[in-house]
T-cell receptor, first 116, second 119 residues
Framework: AQKITQTQPGMFVQEKEAVTLDCTYD???????LFWYKQPSSGEMIFLIY??????QNATEGRYSLNFQKARKSANLVISASQLGDSAMYFC?????????????FGTGTRLLVSP | EAGVTQFPSHSVIEKGQTVTLRCDPI?????LYWYRRVMGKEIKFLLH????????ESGMPNNRFLAERTGGTYSTLKVQPAELEDSGVYFC?????????????????FGAGTRLSVL
């Protein structure tokens, strides 16, 4: 069975500092994708970054990077130079299989608060 | 380009009433998904449409939930009759046909959700 674990219900960081949000996963499928979404107070779920299980390099998108450690089954999100607008809920999700159709399985989320 | 839109943003109904949620996917997206987040828990998959066909409805909790996607455009999710445990946020997501992008990078784009409160 798939499972995503986010052990940090809440995180605090000061503006301009870097922060790491933890995510571990469990799957027996060798082909899978890992995703991070941001949910600000407006409610919309915003896609941030994707990592494929066969990707050789860690994914990066602007200030977001994914620290992918396959042997440890972890896919931590690193946000560099935090901004006040980064305050939001962050969800880690996984999709098994290689067709791209499959459902996403989510963790319970981490609430990030960025202080001035 | 418009994103995924959901209506209403918030619905408050009494137990036993009927509610219909609507989702308009991104134009041209064949895949449409419904998810639900009950208070404090993880977001859970409900079902997946490819165009107008139900590809996977393994997450639908019971037969009080009916999802449709006539014509393969917008989708509705009806709850009839609503129960207290149906309260939560219902998200809709859409993604492209996997023939247009590498399957592994087929991103699901979400709407802002409908917050359903059953009293």
């Amino acid at each position: 069975a798939q499972k995503i674990t986010q052990t940090q219900p809440g995180m605090f960081v000061q503006e301009k500092e870097a922060v790491t949000l933890d995510c571990t996963y469990d799957t027996s499928d060798p082909s899978y994708g890992l995703f991070w979404y941001k949910q600000p107070s407006s409610g919309e779920m915003i896609f941030l970054i994707y990592q494929g299980s066969y990707d050789q390099q860690n994914a990066t998108e602007g200030r977001y990077s994914l620290n992918f450690q396959k042997a440890r089954k972890s896919a931590n999100l690193v946000i560099s130079a935090s901004q006040l607008g980064d305050s939001a809920m962050y969800f880690c999700a996984m999709r098994e299989g290689h067709t791209g159709f499959q459902k996403l399985v989510f963790g319970t989320g981490t609430r990030l608060l960025v202080s001035p | 380009e418009a994103g995924v839109t959901q209506f209403p943003s918030h619905s408050v109904i009494e137990k036993g009433q009927t509610v219909t949620l609507r989702c308009d996917p991104i134009s041209g997206h064949d895949n449409l998904y419904w998810y639900r987040r009950v208070m404090g828990k993880e977001i859970k998959f409900l079902l997946h449409f490819v165009k107008e066909s139900k590809q996977d409805e393994s997450g639908m909790p019971n037969n009080r939930f009916l999802a449709e996607r006539t014509g393969g455009t917008y989708s509705t999710l009806k709850v009839q009759p609503a129960e207290l445990e149906d309260s939560g946020v219902y998200f809709c997501a859409s993604s492209q046909d996997s023939s247009e992008v590498p399957p592994a990078k087929n991103i699901q784009y979400f709407g802002a959700g409908t917050r359903l409160s059953v009293l």
